[in-house]
């Protein structure tokens, strides 16, 4: 063959080009001066497990990746190694002259049908022990609707009774109330009705009595959704305008949330990924949030969405000084004291944060008397992992896994505040020719 | 069309035919641009595979451009975009990032896997491989790169329109899929009628090829139909734009008829004179409506998606066809199945796949398109509501059931896209391990199983979808089984090499770098395949790595293996073998240095089609590693320089190739490099089967097919 006799360049070159080209991408790395030069890979691995149901996924998981290891190390290994041996040497006429061997070929067949069958079976246990959780029956389970919309997500908490409403009924230009208007004005009207901050889920509030208790914030779009830990949840998923998915990476959760459709999953989140942490003020870290609540010294109720504040008590008026609400961490508080004092935001030098979160904690002994406060210590994400569109990345929300007693206070001691979207039509506004196209283009 | 003859006598009658009826003199057009030469279109696709390739290759740095480095200014293309009032930053602004990454996807696999795979070395090898002297419907071939061709013009046009590209992922998800993400008004009809307009001058251009290859009666009437069209294109371009805007249903679908009916006249009657006539009138017709509709009216890069595919499924579907009936009855005498190598047998199995699939796909796009243009509502629900605006084609449809119907066609793709170069890689390590391939027949066999298996696993993409869990079972359980074929065939290429004479040439270490990465993409495929763990890794970079892993690592390694391999016979050269070992130890080492490290994302849970990860803080921490992959990925594009120079050059100055320069023993290589039309002289007689490399029958190690040994056929031994 012409290949067995290489040419000089090749023989020439060769050694060179292999040191060369293990040696690129190192060589190409320092033109790109902020990779850091130890990318401390050892520490990503499967990220903890806090739910009852991911202990199961998480071993079948560490199965496969043995088995599939294994496999991966022996495959390789014989290939490398038959290739180093069988290499065609000067003066080697022939190869083995074999068309196979049935046994051996019936050997690979049936082992890998073997083991992958018994996956398959150990799958099945563990998907069914989440899609078809024991916990779908628990009587006590929370029920919590999360609504997906371009790029946002919307949480509704069941009420005091435990039952969610009707939602995502959005009025139609076809239904009575808007039958008789021109379609251009009908689908305005519309668009006020369920756009902020009117009935945005398009609850039905004709229906039942289910729906009339439920903590459910028109305005408040991507508020922190907050559950309890050690208690069922029913998370029901739906979607506005196109598919998200609702991926709780700690909790082993993923489940698209499609328009037309109610996806729903029970599960458990162990105490262990509760945020909430009881803390001495000096030792909460100027990130974390605070858990603010009604039982806080000094804090007061800023309305829906649960929202509560301790304010500066020598503050005056109508609108007392805020230092720090529920889901701010210390930071958050700092900064806003700084800004009403008329600092700019690009001003703010880190000493000068860190003086002000000390006064801030100082602030708050003082005047509340305030020595330990909750502080979110484990925020938890909620990421969208099907594509929804150009602001895809942006559709994160806060998720926090509270004790169960603190959940019915954030529950039950407020008082629902006051909202009344209307089932009828709203008098459109005159519409504009333009305002009308901008609103159907999609974003 | 040619009639099929007996396959007994198929070589002799097809070659007789061919060097009838073609004296030398053909003209260039007819020679080289609309051939109906097999070897010509092979090329042709080859050629429109690799300018996709690059197209589909730089959309990916810049795609890995902003991942590493999110809004770090594009070097000098970004000021440039920005310059011309395409892109509203320097950096690659958001709404294009999901765009370039779906035409990414688009491109690579429709554009330049599938062409490159099926396109080329469909029509290349079998014909030569099996001793026909071409395809069974040559012009149909013909018709397949000819309607591919559209297709990929459609998908880089898209880049222009009004709002930029698909930006809905290569899946086009709806109801994503089914927004405007340009502005204009929701105007239905005209839309609609632009779509039409568009299909039928498409068929003009179709029609423009068919002209060459057929002639019919002359007719006189054809020249007032000719006039009528004039003044009719006349009144179409004096009106203003405001006329399209101002159509009615009725008055669209009058004028798609009349210019249907200008077409049938055409292809009726008249001459040749006349149809040419006739062809430009109309084309200039539909290009101005076309031009004029596409300032106005929603006609925007995601139609263009559904238009573009649309046509690339006829190819698909011309291509299978054409591949099956020629292999089922064009064989040589003495080429039973059994004796066809196995990269015939791939690719006939992956045409009947594709014969069966892309139909769906078809079906899914129409349906889809028309709900795009708000005409239907096959995927979207009955309350539908965009930006808080009802819309007014809300109601009844299921969303998920196109999630069915596209994996219905996309999961057989996938082994569409990997089928061939396992038949490809199998010939290629035979040759250069100079032995037989083991167990030959097992290896026939696990191509059926994974093909049939393929029709029965698409749902396990849909894990997560909210489709039914007990479905989601059904799912993983089929799908764990089609790792088993897939195991036979890797075990038997690992049972080639075993005692072998291993040469490495650029082809056969591709050849070998497509088992490597091919082990690695199908043992990642088990994560997914288990529903409970793939909960926590479905549509993160677990997936991209796994997808990279089978389509590049396997398919596009496969794919540079058979290019070296065949390059000589194609075009008569022979290609650098040091540039060759360049290229492939560049893009082996950073082709995984790019995709390995997705696996570690993936498991931490980091999503997919993210423009930024820095905004999520278990996201964030993954930023070297991303940056990592990034200059990995960059050296990946880098390292395909010298192959196209090696492509470019050894065109042009590599040594002329001999008949067999690598002593192989299937058909092709008895032929010159490369081939004559009718690709025989004399119709080859095969007595033995494909890989009869070190018989000990003879002196030499290897015994051509062609070849009559004593009991060559006989033997058969198993160790």
């Known amino acids: ?443 | 069309m040619t009639a099929i003859p007996h396959p007994s006598q198929a070589g002799s009658v097809a070659h007789e035919a061919h060097g009838a009826e073609h004296p030398h003199e053909i003209s260039f057009f007819k020679k080289y641009i609309f051939s109906t030469d097999h070897k010509v279109i092979g090329i042709q696709f080859l050629l429109l595979g690799l300018t996709f390739f690059v197209i589909g290759g730089l959309e990916a740095m810049l795609v890995r451009w902003q991942l590493g480095w999110p809004g770090r200014p594009v070097p000098v293309f970004g000021a440039f975009l920005k310059a011309i009032g395409v892109w509203t930053t320097e950096s690659l602004p958001d709404d294009w990032y999901t765009a370039t990454f779906t035409m990414h996807a688009s491109i690579m696999i429709f554009f330049v896997i599938i062409p490159l795979l099926v396109g080329t070395f469909g029509n290349y090898l079998i014909p030569l491989k099996i001793g026909a002297a071409d395809m069974a419907f040559p012009f149909m071939n013909g018709l397949a790169f000819w309607s591919a061709f559209p297709a990929g013009t459609i998908m880089v046009a898209s880049f222009f329109l009004n709002g930029g590209p698909a930006a809905a992922g290569w899946t086009s998800y709806p109801p994503l899929s089914a927004l405007f993400l340009g502005h204009g008004p929701e105007n239905v009809w005209p839309a609609f009628g632009v779509v039409m307009l568009y299909l039928a001058s498409v068929l003009c251009l179709l029609y423009l090829c068919a002209y060459y290859v057929t002639t019919r009666r002359t007719g006189s009437l054809i020249w007032g139909i000719c006039a009528l069209a004039i003044v009719y294109g006349a009144l179409l371009f004096t009106h203003s734009p405001a006329y399209v805007l101002g159509a009615t249903p009725t008055r669209v679908v009058l004028e798609f008829l009349i210019l249907c009916g200008f077409l049938v006249a055409a292809f009726l009657i008249g001459d040749r004179m006349s149809r040419i006539t006739l062809s430009v009138i109309l084309s200039a017709i539909a290009a101005v409506y076309i031009g004029r509709g596409a300032q106005h009216i929603a006609f925007d890069g995601q139609s263009a998606w559904f238009l573009s595919l649309f046509i690339l499924g006829f190819s698909s579907i011309l291509g299978a066809v054409n591949y099956i009936s020629t292999i089922v009855k064009l064989r040589c005498p003495g080429m039973t199945m059994f004796r066809m190598p196995l990269s015939v047998w791939a690719l006939f199995i992956t045409s009947i796949l594709v014969l069966l699939a892309t139909p769906v796909l078809a079906a899914t796009l129409l349906l889809n398109l028309l709900d795009h243009h708000r005409v239907s509502s096959f995927f979207q629900p009955y309350n539908w509501v965009v930006a808080n605006v009802p819309q007014s084609n809300s109601g009844g449809g299921y969303a998920i059931l196109h999630q069915h119907l596209f994996w219905f066609y996309s999961h057989p793709a996938v082994y569409i896209m990997i089928l061939p170069a396992m038949g490809m890689v199998s010939d290629i390590i035979a040759v250069f391990s100079r032995k037989p391939i083991f167990g030959y027949r097992p290896m026939v066999y696990a191509i059926a199983g994974i093909a049939f298996l393929g029709f029965i696993v698409w749902a396990h993409h849909m894990f997560q979808s909210g489709m039914n869990p007990t479905l989601g079972t059904t799912f993983a359980i089929s799908t764990m089984f089609i790792a088993v074929p897939s195991a036979i065939k890797t075990f038997n290429w690992l049972g080639t090499v075993w005692g072998g004479n291993i040469r490495f040439t650029a082809a056969m270490l591709n050849a070998l770098a497509f088992v490597a990465m091919f082990v690695i993409g199908g043992l990642s495929g088990i994560f997914m395949a288990s529903t409970a763990v793939d909960v926590h890794i479905h549509d993160t970079y677990f997936i991209v790595a796994h997808i990279h892993y089978v389509l590049f690592g396997g398919t596009m390694f496969g794919i540079f293996g058979s290019i070296y391999f065949w390059y000589p016979k194609m075009f008569g050269r022979m290609m650098n073998e040091t540039l060759g070992k360049i290229h492939f130890i560049l893009s082996f080492i950073a082709f995984n240095c790019t995709f390995f490290p997705m696996h570690i994302l993936g498991v931490g849970g980091v999503a997919r089609r993210y423009a930024d990860h820095t905004g999520i803080a278990s996201f964030a921490k993954y930023q070297p590693m991303n940056q990592f992959i990034s200059v990995s990925a960059f050296v990946l594009g880098i390292a395909q320089l010298p192959f196209i120079i090696n492509f470019i050059g050894s065109w042009v100055w590599g040594p002329k190739a001999s008949r067999n320069p690598w002593e192989a023993t299937t058909l092709e290589w008895e032929t010159e490099s490369p081939p004559p039309h009718g690709n025989f002289t004399k119709v080859p007689v095969v007595h033995h089967g494909p890989y009869e490399y070190s018989s000990p029958l003879v002196e030499e190690d290897w015994l051509a097919q062609t070849r009559f040994v004593e009991g060559a056929d006989k033997l058969v031994v198993k160790h």
């Open chain 1, 1 to 443: 063959m012409i290949l067995s006799k290489p040419g000089t360049l090749s023989r020439v070159l060769r050694l060179p080009l292999i040191v060369a080209a293990l040696l690129a991408p190192a060589l190409a790395a320092p033109a790109f001066a902020d990779v850091p030069p130890n990318l401390q890979w050892n520490k990503y691995r499967l990220p903890p497990d806090y739910s009852t149901h991911g202990a199961g996924m998480d071993s079948l998981y560490t199965l496969i990746l043995w088995i599939t290891m294994i496999v991966f190390i022996v495959v390789e290994v014989v290939l490398v190694y038959f290739l180093i041996k069988y290499r065609h040497r000067p003066g080697q006429q022939k190869a083995r002259f074999s068309h196979g061997n049935t046994r051996l070929e019936m050997v690979w067949t049936l082992v890998p049908a073997v083991i992958l069958v018994a996956l398959a079976l150990m799958t099945k246990r563990v998907w069914d022990n989440y899609r078809y959780s024991p916990l779908g029956d628990d009587p006590n389970r929370a029920r919590f609707l999360v609504v997906g919309e371009q790029f946002k997500w919307h949480v509704v908490y069941a009420g005091p009774d435990g039952k969610l409403g009707k939602y995502l009924a959005f009025p139609k230009p076809t239904d009575p109330g808007y039958r008789t208007m021109p379609e251009a004005e009908a689908l305005k009207a519309i668009t006020n009705a369920i756009a902020p901050p009117n009935n945005t889920l398009g609850q039905d509030l004709s229906a039942e009595e289910a729906g009339k208790d439920d903590d459910y914030a028109p305005t408040a779009a991507a508020r922190p959704i907050v559950l309890p830990v050690d208690r069922a949840l029913e998370i029901n998923l739906s979607a506005k305008d196109v598919l998200h998915d609702f991926f709780l990476p700690n909790f082993r959760v993923k489940l698209d949330a499609v328009p037309g459709m109610r996806g729903v999953i029970n599960f458990k989140a162990l105490p262990n990924g509760q945020s909430t942490q009881r803390m001495d003020i000096d030792q909460i870290p100027a990130w974390a949030r605070i858990w603010v609540t009604y039982d806080t010294p000094g804090a007061r109720l800023l309305g829906n969405p649960k929202i509560w504040q301790i304010s500066d008590p020598k503050g005056t008026g109508a609108l007392p000084s805020a230092w720090i609400a529920t889901f701010q961490s210390l930071e958050d508080g700092a900064r806003n004291r700084l800004r009403r004092r008329n600092i700019e935001m690009e001003a703010i030098t880190p000493p000068m944060l860190s003086s002000e979160i000390e006064s801030l904690r100082s602030d708050l002994r003082s005047a509340y008397g305030i020595t330990q406060l909750t502080a979110l210590m484990k925020p938890w994400e909620l990421a969208c992992e099907e594509l929804c569109g150009a602001g895809h990345y942006t559709m994160r929300n806060d998720v926090f896994f509270v004790s169960k007693q603190e959940y019915e206070d954030f529950m039950n001691k407020v008082e629902l505040s006051k909202r009344a979207p209307s089932t009828q039509p709203i008098k459109p506004a005159p519409v504009a020719a333009g305002d009308l196209q901008a609103a159907s283009a999609s974003r």
